[in-house]
């Protein structure tokens, strides 16, 4: 009777481990790798002001528009947004899809822009 005990409970321990293995989470790429997704010059187009702008985005992360870098700092990064909040509180959202960025919100305008990647 012990070693039937001994033997279902080896069978539910393997069992478990083997569920346990399918339910575990894929890795997450590291920072760095995450950063290179956002990393390039993106295009997109004000309607309010009828004019375009540049998305600069460097390998540090620092952002730019139009040549002129915004204060602040990036304060969340993961494989769907990178969040970056300004020197006056407000966040500037960018938003991946297919690991590429396709659109950015302003929270100062509460304005949503889609964005392109600028030709190379």
Do not use: C
């Not at 069978?11 to 399918?22: G, T």
């Not at 990178?82 to 590429?100: M, N, R, V």
Request: avoid cysteine; charged fraction near 25%.
């Amino acid at each position: 009777m012990i070693k039937k005990l001994i033997s279902f409970g080896q069978k539910l321990i393997s069992h478990k481990w083997d569920w346990s293995k399918l339910k575990q989470q894929p890795k997450t790429p590291q920072q760095t790798d995450l950063a290179k997704l956002y990393v390039g010059s993106w295009l997109f187009y004000d309607a309010k002001q009828a004019r375009k702008h540049q998305l600069q985005i460097s390998d540090d992360l620092a952002i730019s528009i139009d040549d002129h870098p915004l204060a602040g700092s990036v304060i969340a990064l993961t494989s769907q947004q990178l969040l970056f909040l300004d020197q006056y509180g407000y966040q500037l959202k960018i938003t991946l899809a297919y690991q590429q960025p396709y659109e950015i919100y302003d929270e100062a305008d509460h304005r949503t822009y889609p964005i392109k990647q600028k030709n190379k």
